[in-house]
């Protein structure tokens, strides 16, 4: 006769460590965004135009409004990296100082537009309804208007300021980042979790802010990071036409503007700030694709 032993269990000592240790579903993107490249590329990309944009114009030897009407339309040289402007001003130390117009505009203004999207989506979301009726149809009035000729109105009404230049943009970069909150949040709120907040007697501010809105923000990074590239494009678009940063201060969209007007004698002007303007807008655009892709959750379970 057979006698049948008992399976052996691990010791409680070894268990733990012999146990698969689980991933977080942020840990697990983190792990599918590395192993996109052009996401990869774009992330570092972007990390280099602005440290070179931030620390770039303490090391240069010239200053951004430093002119010098005796080497005017200089070719790229060695004193020069990218050549000189109609004024003499250094072309590259602009570009840098430039950048960082160009890039905090695109961040503040994403910046207000997320913090307006985000609240007036979810609280349409939530309680639903006359409200939600209601609110969805300012969005729907509001995407019938012109944004860019809203934005100059606002412009020419409230004088050229940089401050209000950024405040602007953000106040007509909201509508569609409410859409996509109110929907998200449309499809939580019968959740469990939620119910189990109404439960225990947490008021609305506190389910929506606390519970609700950290449960998608997969959606709203992906957004932001597609956002910002529109913003400093609507920005370059304002300085184009000269609503934007007034000289002496340059921006990209300035410095495209300028380079515009020469471009047929003179064309480094405007094909060094097109190329870095282009590039970060690219890679922007693969970032925002690779965190899409990292933060699917379908694509989790392939």
């Known amino acids: ?30 792990h599918r965004l590395k192993r996109n490249k052009l996401a990869v590329f774009g992330g570092v990309t972007l990390i280099v135009l602005v440290l070179a944009c931030g620390v770039g114009p303490f090391f240069s030897p010239y200053g951004y409004e430093q002119t010098n ?13 990218m050549g000189t402007d109609q004024l003499g001003r250094d072309l590259f130390t602009r570009l840098l100082y430039g950048g960082r117009i160009s890039i905090t505009v695109g961040l503040v203004a994403t910046f207000v537009a997320l913090t307006i999207g985000v609240s007036y989506g979810a609280v349409a979301g939530f309680f639903g309804g006359k409200l939600d009726a209601f609110m969805m149809r300012v969005v729907d ?31 007509v970069e909201w509508l569609t980042m409410a859409r996509i909150v109110r929907g998200q949040i ?6 469990e979790y939620v119910e189990a907040a ?3 007697g947490f008021g609305t501010q506190r389910i929506i802010f606390r519970h609700m809105i ?6 709203v990074i992906v957004y932001t990071t597609l956002t910002i590239p529109g913003v400093m494009m609507l920005e370059a678009f304002l300085s184009f036409l000269g609503l934007g940063v007034q000289a002496p201060m340059s921006s990209w969209g300035v410095l495209i503007k300028d380079g515009a ?13 097109g190329t870095v303007f282009s590039l970060t807008l690219f890679s922007l655009n693969f970032l925002g694709d690779g965190l899409r892709d990292a933060l699917d959750v379908r694509s989790a379970k392939d």
Not at 4 to 11: G, V, Y
Not at 20 to 30: H, N
Not at 214 to 219: E, F, K, V
């Open 214 to 219: 950290p449960n998608i923000l997969g959606p």
């Open 198 to 200: 109404r439960s225990l």
């Open 186 to 191: 449309m499809s939580l709120k019968k959740m």
């Open 261 to 273: 007007e020469k471009m047929e004698e003179y064309p480094w002007l405007l094909i060094f700030p």
């Open 69 to 81: 009407l005796d080497n005017t339309f200089a070719k790229p040289n060695l004193s020069h990296w």
């Open 141 to 171: 009035i509001l995407y019938a208007l012109p944004f860019t000729i809203f934005v100059i109105m606002l412009m020419v009404f409230f004088g050229r300021n940089i401050y209000l230049l950024f405040v602007a943009i953000g106040a």
């Open 1 to 30: 006769m057979l006698s049948l032993s008992p399976k052996k269990l691990p010791s409680a000592d070894l268990a733990p460590a012999q146990l698969e240790q689980g991933v977080s579903p942020w840990r697990d993107a983190w």
